[in-house]
């Protein structure tokens, strides 16, 4: 077990690592000139920079040394936690996005509770009842789940419940209230997601012989479809959810922006506008780091979820 | 009825009529039937796919599939209309008062489990024992199953256990609540045949001694006349023929039957196998295997070995015009040994000659050589031709691929090939979807012939077949070979079948050719204890004697 | 150890009732599909109305999409501007019409992107196998890891703006996914006995990929492509509302809904209106695709 654990680590650890060098080559090989983008913070034409300054910027992030030796040199300080400053106001990019983050955490963490319950109740209920129309009418709603634009979504919840009816505040960071509708325009998609899965493989369950089995002990429908069903077909929804969270946590720069919240989201979303490279890289490695941690948890927990299977094949003949 | 039955019967059926919703309407699959079963009797209902025996089963236990529905008819049983019953009301029934054996124990075992718990659930939602009795009583019943080692087994998962040893567990549960009927549905077929014969014994060991009646549900009519008291036969939602079992065989009254007995091979022992001369042997045999072994990998585990051997030393050799059987159970080697003799895997050591020339390390244009003359048959015929061509396509793609003849050319040694399997000419517009099992399975037939190879490998062929389809296709290969003096490599678990078209036979074990003679010396006189119990375990021998 | 599986198990099924097949003609059936869902066929107008309405926008509005009329700001819907007017008096009807073109571009560029750059990288892993595999599979896990709009964000930073810089970030975004579902059609057939019976009947390699691989595993790579197409949609117009995509005064679904944010409170229709309509395109092209998908799980 101590070997396969290590072993998983080193893979999360080389994902990462890829995941790093894959934002390096986005960010730092595509443009023709990084720099004057940098200094330019993506405003306007570009010879309006000073020649004096390109060059101070350059020998700064090391941009004349040949590329491998940046790459190498950027990754020593990434592994140290330094990813550089951020363009637009020379604090550090992990500084930066430290003090963002808990306000993402926080929406993101209820979003996905949002998205966990409806998603799975729905699933549960569209497949547990009996009357036809509503298991029906059930799954018909997912589909439109997922193809409503989130950002849309969010402004018509505002228009509705804040301008019109006045019922929750439309924008900022506060409180609990300024909370509800970002978190249900971010669980939306999700929830959606979620239940499409989880209906599909209940379905699947529901059909396994060993369904037919327990029916066939006399036990009540509920324990059946719970302690039978549900159990085997969440299972493979379980390996969506590196995907789940990480798009969870995407989904911040679009309702942070619509909600006008400070968050992880938010800076995303301006160090797009100034092209401000370290930080724009920072975000993209955090998701990667979101992704590789909840995956992680998920294969290490597996084993206890389903018995067949182990680190260690134990078959008995 | 009119008959003053001393006791009420158990089970009463009574014009009973299922449907299913399927996407053309309505598909009726039970059409009245009628079936009357006393307490402690065991009562066969035989037929093929498609004849409603399995829907009149879950029927009885209330678990027809989403789109199924009972249209008219009743249930009797104990007194109540099983058919007018809910679903609250049906819980009662189901598991305390009629248990269930499904079919396929690998899948019919909740996989994240403990055997214990699935066992003492029966119990328990029957208010039967508390969640500690009900250990107790779950390993008593696992043991009264046949499960060796209960105490631990109860805290294994289904995967950790072998096929036989599931079947096991799902007697317990049927067992469980001491119900006046158990449905067997089809309780072996998925197993071993030593396995199913055990599982049968001690099936009708338990409802004996408990005085269980015992519906049992099977396409093997062997099965039934060793089994059952009464025979019902059904066919296309009808039953044809109900009777006792010495009758229903001695003195069939229906054609359909009639054919399924004259079908079944294990059923007609007093049939002395095809009087067929066995060829002369000729200098060079057509195809030598010399000591091949294969060896696959093992996913890594502690303690346990790397690699098993699949083939183990084999070797054997086949003449021309003659059929060579191998038989063996899942795992055995079979399959794998007929892979490597075609060379669609390679041997790890071992040779093999085929018409005189080593080919075990034939490659490229040699390799293709090969492809002429020696083909495959598959069991499953279906998932052998591509979804997406015609007929015509797939029995003239051989030609297509060895450039023989011109489109027209092809096209036309299609239709003949298509005739000599004797099916229609219509069929070859059509794709294999729109065939039935049988017609897929002469389809793959001509398109082994396309080439005229010297050598036919037949990889369990007629095991996916109905068996009134399995008498018809094992027809037209012995017709095939009298024409054009094939040789066959004939696959197969089914010893009855084996000695209706082979020569000679070879049983394989684990890997090992464990004795290798003419049929009817393996038939009369086995030398290994492997292939006498083999033999024991055909079907139908005790009505045979 | 339970015993391996070296041979397929072999299982008698007893399937009721007998599969019947019955073979209508084409034209007919297909009609009769369409009329036995009538959503389909309403997903179905909706998806053409909108291709029309990229390709020839003068069918559906002759008013001008760029220049307003200022004294007709801010109008609500009505019979001469149905959609009404914004800031500038512009019709808003005549702008999501003339969105279409860019947005439907952006569309189908990042499809494209991904359905190529995917589908190869996906065909090569699965057919030629072995450390080809190894190191593709390993490339698209990674690609994976990194949450989708990040990535394209990442896209976008280095490339700069534009409908179709924003078209190739959403493109490279869902490389990934088309590479595994195309492996893994490509796989799923490989393994097929029909696969094995053709190299058994002395069927040349490139023979069997282009005769028999190909054609069976296609099939849900394109099921995959519109739903993409949805998806798409949507990630285009994301990035056009954050303010990526074309520059004003040009308009694109999203950025029309972004414009429509700052007069959310009095005029609401300058946000609702072009957002109902990317809903309607995107629900649209998801039920064609589970139509498709449906169709092929028939087929098989």
Redesign the interface.
Known sequence: MARYLVRRLLQAVAVLWAAYTISFIVLYLLPSDPVSIMANGGQGEQNSVDPAQLAKLRAEYGFDKPLIVQYVDQLGRALRGDFGRSVQNGQPVTTTIRQALPQTLQLAGFALVLAIVVGGGLAFLATYTRRRWLGEALLALPPVGVSLPSFWVGLMLVELLSFHWRLLPALGNAGFSSLVLPAVTMALPTAAVIAQLLAKSLKRTLAEPYVETARAKGLRPITVHLRHAMRNAVLPTLTVSGMVVGHIFAGSVVVETVFSRNGVGRITATAVDFQDIPVVQGVVVLGALVFVAINLAVDLLYPLLDPRITAIPTTVR | MGETAMTEPLLRLDDLSVSYQTSSGLARAVDAVDLVMQPGEVVALVGESGSGKSTTAHAIIGLLPGSGRIDRGHIHFGGRDLAALGDRGYRSVRGRQIGLIPQDPTVSLNPVKRIGEQVGEVLRAHGLADRRSARIEAAELLDRAGLPDPLIRMRQYPHQLSGGMRQRVLIAIAIAARPQLIIADEPTSALDVTVQRQILDHIEELTRSAGTAVLLITHDLAVAADRAQRIVVMSRGRVVEVGPTERILADPRDDYTRRLLRSAPSLAPARAPRARAVPAESNTPLLVAENLVREFALPRAPGRPRTIRAVDDVSFSIGRGETLGLVGESGSGKSTTARLVLRLTDPDSGHIRFDGEDVTTAKGQRWRALRRRAQIIYQNPYASMDPRQTIEEIIAEPLRVFKVADRSGRRARARTLLDRVALPESVARRKPAELSGGQRQRVAIARALALTPDLVVCDEPVSALDVSVQAQVLELLVELQADSGLSYLFISHDLAVVRQIAHRVGVMRAGRLVELGFTADIFDAPAQDYTRELLAAIPGQRYAK | ??????????????????P????VRRRGRTFRFLLHRPGLLVAIVIVVLVLLAAFAPGIFTSQNPIVGVPAHKLQPPSRAHIFGTDELGRDLFARVVHGAALSLKATIIAVSVAFVVGGLIGLLAGFVGRWVEDVLM??V???????????S????????YGTIKVAIAVGVASVASFARVTRAEVLRVRQ???V?????????WY?VLF??VL??AIGPALVLATLEF?TAI?AV??LS????GAQPPAPEW?SL??DG?NY??NS?WL??LP?VV??AA??AT??IS?ALDGEWVK??
């Open positions: 150890m339970s015993e391996p599986l070296l041979e397929p198990l072999r299982i008698h099924l007893d399937v009721e009732p007998a019947e097949i019955d073979v390993r490339f896990d990674v690609l994976l890891s990194i949450p989708g709009l990040l990535l964000l990442a896209v976008v930073t280095a490339l700069g097929a006995v029909y094995e019976a053709a190299r058994s009947i002395g069927a040349r023979a005769r028999h054609p069976n949805g949507l117009s994301s509302f954050l303010g990526y999203g809904i972004s944010r959310l409170a609401w946000s609702t957002g990317i809903a995107v629900l998801n039920r589970r087929q098989r």
